[in-house]
Every structure is written in C-alpha cells, then in structure tokens.
C-alpha cells in the first residue's frame, strides 16, 4: 500500500519552525552555583588563603581543613549584583574571587577587589552583620564559605582539641592536684607547636613567655660555665 504526505502549511501559517518565546533561550541567573568539583589548584588557593586569612589554624589537622573547603560553594555571578549592603545580615563570612571584580564601599569610599582577593571579617561569626556594602563590578566567579557551617565545624575542632589538651596535661605530674577548672583553663591558653631540629627554643639569661611541656621527640638542656 502506498502512502502519501501532503503539507497541512499554508501561506498565512507562523512558520513552525522559529523559535517560541518559550524556546527561547533562558535568561542566565544572576548567581549560579557551579557544582564542579574544585582542581588541586583551586584547593591549594583557598587553604593559603584561608590560613592568611585565621580561618584556618596551624593547629587544624587535614580532615577538619577538607571539612571546611567542601562547606565552600562556588559561584558565577552577574554584572552590577549587589550581595548585601551596609549591616544586612550575610550567611557567607568570607568571599574569595577566582574571575571577575567586586566592588565594596567603606564609609563612603569605594574599593575594588580583583582574582584572588577576599573580602570577609571573623567578627561576622559573632555578628553577621556587615560593615560595608558590596557588588559585582563585573561578571565574577566566587568562592563562598557559609557562616554557619562553619562555626559548627570550627567549634567541634576547638572542643576536640580542649578535650585532648586536657587529658594531655593530666598526664605531667606538675599538674596533679589541680582541680577540674583549673587543668580547662590551662588547656585553653596552650597551644601544640611543632618544632623543626635545632629549634632553639629558649636561651640562658634571655626571658621567655612560655612554659614548654615535651609531647613528643628529644630537648638537649646546656649551661654555661660559671
């Protein structure tokens, strides 16, 4: 059996074949996420960065550090996109550019800040609020570190590390006798220092701040002659 097609266009018919206004394509949002993971570059920026920046301790072991790189998002944004203004509530407390320009003012003066520039304050782990107002000068791609998240994983570190200083200092018999209270506060005031060879850690007839207690490796104590 034969078929035969014929064509059901006329003359007076829209051409079917242009674009609807909803084939139209989309237009592109002022702030995307891009879900790619980061490249060993981008994660090596973000912890030197991070670590100027006191975000990240000397003291923070590898997995807390991978902990808050994964809480960074890492965002395209568009020309002229204002992020906030003066004391908005922001739930980013640190903003580092890999592309583009921001642009911030400061009691009434304006700044720009190109790749690899940072804007942030730690107080806005307390506050959250911000103290200037801040845009897109031109399209930018950004990293973004949550407040939040943030605290959440930093404070888990602080307290992990109180706990071991803690049972770390019970351990030295200078300290026995002292309660519960007073082996905390000492806890909080110290601090893990690794130290490279031939570290000179102290000298004789030179003053010190300091009160050192061997965890691990080897100390040599010399005197000078009378």
């Known amino acids: 059996e034969k078929i035969t097609t014929k064509s059901i266009k006329n003359s007076n018919d829209p051409d079917i074949c242009s674009p609807s206004p909803q084939n139209k394509k989309k237009r592109r949002k002022d702030v995307e996420v891009i879900e790619d993971p980061f490249t ?28 808050i790189i994964n809480t960074i998002t890492y965002k395209r944004i568009a020309k002229n996109k204002v992020f906030f203004t003066r004391e908005n509530i922001t739930e980013n407390i640190y903003y580092i550019i890999e592309k583009g320009k921001l642009e911030y003012q400061l009691d009434g003066e304006v700044y720009e800040l190109s790749r690899y520039g940072g804007i942030g304050t730690r107080a806005l782990i307390k506050y959250s609020k911000t103290s200037c107002s801040l845009k897109a000068s031109e399209r930018c791609y950004l990293f973004c570190l949550p407040i939040e998240k ?16 803690i049972e770390t200092l019970k351990k030295y018999f200078f300290f026995k006798g002292l309660d519960k209270d007073m082996i905390t506060n000492l806890a909080k005031i110290t601090a893990k220092i690794k130290y490279k060879q031939r570290t000179i850690l102290f000298q004789e007839d030179k003053f010190t701040n300091c009160f050192c207690c061997l965890m691990e490796g080897q100390v040599i104590c010399t005197k000078q002659d009378m």
Request: aromatic share 4%; net charge negative; hydrophobic share 35%.
């Open 150 to 165: 943030y605290k959440t994983i930093a404070q888990d570190f602080v307290d992990k590390q109180l706990t071991e200083k």
């Open 40 to 67: 060993d570059k981008q994660m090596t920026v973000l912890k030197n960065i991070l670590t100027q920046e006191g975000l990240i301790s000397e003291e923070m072991d590898e997995p807390t550090i991978n902990m």
